[in-house]
């Protein structure tokens, strides 16, 4: 190869890296059977230089929204939120209890064992739009729950 394609080569692989800004772990949706309309999605979202999500889409739910739940008194409340921010290299956590996607009016079951498509739209510190499309698995359970960690030590 000469210099000019690997030149060509690294300055594309840097294009793409640069438009993924935001680093997606463990995601997966909550199983719902038929009939259900609802469910959520729950991941752990890095932004490298800070963005928020202002938005969300499935094909497989007629309404997906941002929600949070917190505690007002002695109830739980959920709401959704226009946008939620993803400071610059902190991890921010959907998850059951807290802040997490709710796929609403949903077309079909999702079994254990099945996928849901999932697009978030981003927005970053110059309100540039982007979106990040995930393919998410379905569970019943967080991804690696039930199962021992393995190694030795935990990480505290």
Do not use: C
């Amino acid at each position: 190869m000469n210099i000019r394609i690997i030149t060509a080569l690294l300055a594309l692989t840097s294009a793409v890296a640069q438009a993924q800004t935001v680093d997606v772990k463990d995601a997966w949706v909550r199983t719902a059977v038929p009939g259900q309309s609802g469910t959520g999605a729950f991941m752990s979202l890095t932004a490298k230089d800070g963005a928020k999500i202002v938005g969300a889409s499935s094909p497989l739910a007629g309404v997906v929204e941002v929600h949070e739940m917190k505690m007002e008194g002695d109830v739980m409340r959920m709401r959704a939120v226009p946008a939620l921010d993803l400071p610059a290299g902190k991890t921010v956590q959907l998850k059951p209890g807290g802040y997490h996607v709710m796929l609403m009016e949903l077309k079909q079951a999702l079994p254990k064992g099945s996928t849901v498509p999932l697009t978030l739209t981003l927005r970053d510190a110059k309100g540039q739009e982007s979106r990040l499309e995930l393919v998410l698995p379905v569970a019943a359970t967080p991804p690696g729950a039930a199962m021992p960690a393995h190694g030795a030590g935990h990480k505290h």
